[in-house]
């Protein structure tokens, strides 16, 4: 770091979520050598969707504006001479947005990180992530929009924030290609990405360590295929995206992946032609950054994946030749043990079950969320007392105004 913070921007899929839980998890640990992890949660998502002005998938709308402006807040009343900030969402920021979150978060003083992997290793999980968020799309007919369409509808909104080169350019302008680092996410040693970001914070070795996580772990194609069942019978019901989000995402999903996967059970498989045709831009984009002059920790060629670059631009095939890579859910028995995962998931999202395993008819009983069981009780009061605070001055100023 060459100034007082550094921002992690990700981009989604590339180890945010090990970083953010293992800062999350030393939060006291990292206090006590200087450097402060912002926020209270695992990353500052609702702050980055509020300056973004982005549809929460939990509100159905941007969160509130004091979201951004309580990180801003916090940023410039730290004493401590580190600052790390994480959330992947920054990613989706525009040239305009991102140089509206440094300025306000410490402009010159601003540091950024972006953590990379090859894009041919994104691509299924990315898939699985707007399954588990709604979609209904099969994987072979997103990966045609994505390479198909680069420049509209969903194969923009992909790439907004995988075309890392650039990424790396909108930022860099910002900041400056010196006080701009790429973290290269190492297949063969995990280890690796908390050893980067130790030394980028100042850490002593062994401080960032990895959690278990399930709830990040990839599904299976037959647990996928049947959320995406889900997500079309909710769209015939017509349920709003906000419920489904809480039934299917925080529901249905993140109670399947708790459990252990069969060595038998297929996984998602990435067709060879989307393989290729990622990793060609995947070189074009190590080339790119490599021009930049950016600090680079770990290989840039890595972005290219195995395929040399002559077979990586072989043509698309249609539509439909992929699909046999697919879990069909109208021809496939959906197992015992999956099915059961998924009405349990949806029971519990549903607030019918107290923490003892009771239940009481008609009465809405909520089962504390999976994140909140991170929040510390002292931070959760504070939290509570900021709000309550929050709403009594805003209505005060409303008041005034009358």
Same mark, same amino acid.
């Given at each position: 770091? !060459?100034?007082k913070v550094l921002i992690h921007i990700g981009p989604p899929k590339t180890g945010t979520s090990a970083i953010q839980g293992a800062c999350h998890a030393a939060r006291h640990e990292m206090l006590a050598q200087g450097v402060r992890y912002a926020g209270r949660t695992q990353q500052v998502g609702r702050a980055a969707y509020s300056v973004l002005g982005r549809v929460?998938? !939990?509100?159905?709308a941007a969160p509130s504006r004091h979201h951004w402006r309580r990180l801003v807040s916090e940023v410039r009343r730290a004493k401590e001479p580190r600052i790390f900030i994480s959330s992947e969402f920054f990613a989706?920021?525009?040239? $305009? &947005?991102? @140089?509206?979150? #440094? &300025? @306000?978060l410490g402009g010159d003083q601003v540091d950024v990180v972006l953590t990379l992997r090859p894009v041919s290793r994104i691509l299924a999980s990315r898939w699985q992530q707007n399954v588990q968020e709604g979609a209904r799309y099969s994987f072979d007919q997103w990966l045609h929009w994505v390479f198909d369409q680069p420049e509209e509808g969903k194969g923009a909104v992909f790439w907004s924030r995988q075309r890392h080169d650039l990424l790396t350019a909108r930022w860099a302008r910002i900041v400056g290609p010196e006080r701009l680092t790429i973290v290269m996410a190492d297949e063969q040693n995990r280890s690796s990405l908390f050893e980067a970001f130790e030394a980028l914070l100042g850490l002593a070795s062994g401080t960032l360590k990895p959690q278990v996580d399930t709830a990040n772990r990839s599904m299976t194609a037959e647990e996928i295929e049947l959320i995406r069942s889900l997500n079309e019978r909710f769209f015939e019901e017509k349920i709003k995206r906000p419920l489904l989000y809480k039934m299917i995402t925080r529901g249905t999903a993140l109670y399947m992946k708790g459990r252990t996967i069969g060595a038998n059970e297929p996984k998602q498989q990435t067709p060879n032609w989307a393989v290729n045709r990622a990793d060609a831009i995947g070189w074009k984009s190590a080339a790119a950054i490599r021009a930049l002059g950016v600090n680079v #920790?770990?290989?840039?060629? +890595?972005l290219g994946g195995t395929t040399p670059y002559e077979e990586a631009i072989a043509p698309i095939p249609p539509l439909g030749y992929a699909a046999a890579s697919a879990v069909d859910p109208t021809s496939h028995h959906v197992s015992k043990e #999956?099915? !059961?995962? $998924? #009405?349990?998931?949806?029971?519990?999202?549903?607030?019918? +079950?107290?923490? *003892?395993g009771t239940? &009481?008819?008609? +009465? *809405?009983v909520r089962v504390e969320p999976q994140g909140l069981r991170r929040v510390h009780t002292l931070d959760l009061l504070r939290i509570v007392a900021q709000r309550i605070f929050w709403s009594l001055t805003s209505r005060l100023r409303k008041a005034t105004r009358r």
């Open positions: 770091m !060459t100034g929460h998938p !939990t509100l159905g989706s920021a525009n040239d $305009a &947005q991102a @140089e509206l979150i #440094v &300025q @306000e #920790v770990g290989n840039l060629d +890595v #999956v099915a !059961t995962h $998924a #009405v349990m998931g949806m029971l519990f999202a549903s607030g019918a +079950v107290r923490d *003892d239940g &009481q008819s008609g +009465v *809405d």
